[in-house]
Structures are given as C-alpha cells and as structure tokens.
C-alpha cells in the first residue's frame, strides 16, 4: 500500500476508517442505486408517453402493454447479470465491478434519451429501445451486490448497519428525484411538448449524474477486506461454485430476507398509487402524495433503524418488523377502506415497518457470506428474488383482485411474505459486531462444510 495512506487494512475487518475516506466511500456506494431508481422511476411515470413515441399509434393499449412489458424484461435478464458481475466482483474487486456498471446503466439510459422514435426510424425504434433496456436490466444485476459488499466491507465494523442503510437511503433519494422531475416535466410542459422532446429529459439528465458516480467510483480504494484477499492470495476462482457447494443455506436465507423487502417495497412505494385511485377511489394526485411522503419517511427512518441494529442487533429490528408486518397487514387494508385519513394512517404504519426493513436487510445479508463469495451471494439472491417477486407485485394483486373480487388480497399476500422473512431471520444467527473475514478468506483451502459462524 502507498505510504501515507490514510485507509486501514485489517484482518480483523474494521473497514475504513479515515473520516474523509469512509464519507467517500459511502457515497461511491450510494450513487449507483441513486441513478438506477431514478431512471426506474422516470421510466415507469413516463409509460405513457414512451409508449407514444416508440409504438406504432393505431393502437394505445398495445403500445403500453408492451411499454410494460419492456419494463418486466429488464427485471428477468437481472439475474443473467448477477451471475456475470458476482462472481466477477468477487474475483476483481468491488471498485471495478461499481464502475463498469454505472458505466453501463448510464451509457444506455442517455443512448435511450437520444433514440429517435418510431416515426422516424419505425420497428427499429421499438427494438433498439428493448435492446438498451436489455442492457440496463443486465448491469442493475451487479449493482446491488457490488454496492452493498462494498459498503459492508468499508463500514466501520460498530456502524456497519448504518453505513450500509445509505444504500437503501440512495435508492430512495433516486425514486424521489425521479417522481420530482417528471412532476416538473408534467406541469410545465403540453402534452405535445412531453412527446415531442420533454420525455428525453431525465434520461439525458441521468448522464452526467453517472459521470459523477464513475468518477467517484474509479477515485477510490478498494475495501480492507477484499485487499486483505489478495495480501494473503485467497480471491477465490470459481466463487459460484464455491458458493453453491458450501453456502447454499445462506443463499436461501438471503433470499428469504431480501424477499421480505422487494414485496413490501413495491406495494407500498409503487402499486399502492394504483390501488388507491383504483379500488379507494381516490384522486392520482393525493395517491403521489402519500407515496413522496412514504418516501420521505423511509429517508428519515432508514438510517435510524440501520443505527438501531447496529446497537441491539440485527435480528431484534428485522424480525420485530416482519412481525408487525404479519400483525398489520391486512388490518392496514381494512382500514384504508375507511376514507382518505384511514390510508395515510394505515400506509404511513406500513411505511415505517418498511424503513426497519430496509434498515438491516442488507447489512444482515452481507454479513452471513465470507468475503471469498459475498458479492456473489448478495448479487444471485437479490436478483433471482427480484426477478420473481418484485416486478410481479403490480400484476399479480391485479389478477389475484380480479380472480377473487376481494380488495384485501395485498393484506394477505404481505402476510405470506412476511412468515417467509421471519422464518429466514429465525434460522440465522446474530451477526452485529462480527468480522467479515472468515477463516477461508485469510487460507487458500476452501470451506468442506457450510459456514453458519460469525467470529
């Protein structure tokens, strides 16, 4: 290591522990979720009008379907992501892997803000349109896992949980930026003005916001303990198989946790605006409302609750906030059938078990993998989990509603999901304090046996 360097190594997994470097570092891994949500979030606001400009006219229905199909692909090819750049992070580092997919996510999302539409250039408008949605879905796969080992691994081992909340506060801030700029584009621009060139704004706007984060991103070091990998020539060279020969369980277990997060997340912040002007009869613009003020909330309680596990553990802020959910949710759905204070009331209760969620997921996650596999773990689990039962939220309520003709269905549903995440945080051990150097990371044989203990 250079001399006068100000970061520590350390076998014992302090992380980083220059003020100056560890700010650094939270924000290079932040600012990747940031401009990965606020692309999600332009784009799907956007629908409307994207399916105007890249879809034939005669028929709008069609066009949008197939808006939201593109949508529903780029959650599918995630996981094909998630097993390129895990494995690739595990074996070349956090740092690269962080900058080549806010490279990737940002390059394509400014090539779509300058892609010509379907009166200009016909099919293959829509068809280069699904190929950067392809591309941007593929390196969203890497972004979680290289993002949440990196700030894991940077984390002051005291502050772990808060210092991996700001991803979760990064995500959120994104969401946010996004709702804000298309409110902007939607009230002081014409229809005709939207459709014309307004619709390309954000994504241009998303540019040099991933100019940034590269920046950031190629300027800092790599984590303590994957240097520590390499001081002690352990980067391992087929982390997934190592990882599905001697972790299966963890995988499982993160799986569970992180699908106790994805289905809430989408329910609360993204359909439950459409089930507020669809089954409650309330207007478009107080169901905005209440999301922004949702999200606002998380923003404030997130790293709160990151803190919190940080000084009483993981799994008491976990499991009592899957447990409240399992308590909550349907009665939450009763009540918001009460008239407009009922939803707030009841929205806002589920908002705040979602900040405790968010709040120690991902550091909980991060701290059951050995650093040999952990941005491999992290990355498949969230991914494949994402893929399942993030994306399918909005639709499937839709044709469980229909097919039942019950309003409720999201109460119950959050219910199954919540039983799965307490099962997952019941079966794992208290990791707060623990090191996230195991002994397979510091000797070059690998682990015979599934690895459960945290030093």
């Known amino acids: 290591m250079p001399a006068g360097n100000t970061e520590v190594m350390s076998t014992e997994g302090e992380g980083v522990t220059d003020p100056v470097a560890l700010r650094r570092s939270v924000a290079a891994g932040a600012v990747g979720v940031f401009v990965h949500w606020f692309d999600w979030a332009a ?22 379907l197939a808006v939201f199909g593109v949508f529903a692909v780029s959650f599918g090819i995630r996981p094909v992501g998630a097993l390129v750049f895990g494995p690739l992070g595990d074996r ?8 080549l997919v806010i ?9 779509i803000g300058l892609l010509p ?20 879905g593929f390196a969203a796969g890497g972004e979680f896992g290289s993002a949440a080992s990196f700030l894991a691994e940077s984390a002051p081992r005291r502050r772990r949980g808060f210092g991996v909340s700001w991803l979760e506060v990064g995500s959120l801030l994104g969401f946010l930026a996004g709702s804000f700029v298309f409110l902007l584009l939607s009230t002081g621009l014409t229809d005709d003005q939207l459709t014309s060139w307004g619709w390309r704004i954000p994504f241009l706007v998303s540019a040099p916001l991933g ?4 920046v950031i991103r190629n300027k800092i070091e790599d984590t303590p303990e994957y240097r520590a990998l390499e001081a002690n020539d352990t980067v391992p060279r087929t982390p997934v198989r190592e990882l599905l020969r001697s972790h299966k369980k963890q995988m499982l277990q993160a799986a569970g946790l992180m699908t106790a997060m994805h289905v809430p997340f989408y329910t ?58 399992l308590v909550v949710a349907t009665p939450a759905f009763l009540l ?3 008239g407009t204070a009922g939803t707030w009331i009841a929205a806002l209760l589920l908002g705040v078990i979602l900040a405790a969620i968010l709040g120690t997921y991902a550091v909980w996650s991060a701290e059951i993998f050995p650093t040999r596999t952990r941005q491999s773990g992290l990355s498949i689990s969230y991914n494949i989990t994402a893929a399942l039962f993030a994306g399918t939220v909005p639709y499937l309520m839709t044709v469980l509603i229909d097919a039942t003709g019950s309003t409720l269905i999201p109460g119950p549903y959050l219910m199954v999901v919540a039983v799965g995440g307490l099962v997952a945080a019941l079966s794992l051990p208290e990791t707060v304090g623990s090191s996230l150097l195991r002994p397979e990371d510091v000797s070059d044989a690998e682990p015979t046996t599934r690895e459960n203990a945290v030093a």
């Open 211 to 214: 100019v940034i984060g590269f």
């Open 92 to 99: 070349i580092g956090r740092k690269r892997t962080l900058s």
């Open 268 to 325: 609360v912040l993204t359909y439950l605006v459409t089930y507020e002007t669809d089954h409650l009869g309330h207007s478009a613009g107080s169901a905005a409302l209440l999301s922004t003020v949702i999200s606002l909330l998380g923003l404030a309680l997130v790293p709160v609750f990151g803190v919190l596990s940080d000084r009483v553990g993981r799994k008491p802020v976990f499991v009592g906030a899957t447990a409240a959910l």
């Open 43 to 64: 784009y799907a606001y956007l629908a409307g009008t994207v399916a105007t400009v890249f879809f034939p006219a005669q028929d709008r229905t069609t066009g949008l």
């Open 336 to 338: 918001m059938r009460t």
């Open 103 to 111: 490279f990737m996510m940002s390059g394509a999302t400014l090539t």
């Open 117 to 136: 539409g379907y009166g200009v250039i016909g099919v293959a408008a829509p068809s280069l349109l699904v190929f950067l949605r392809l591309l941007q």
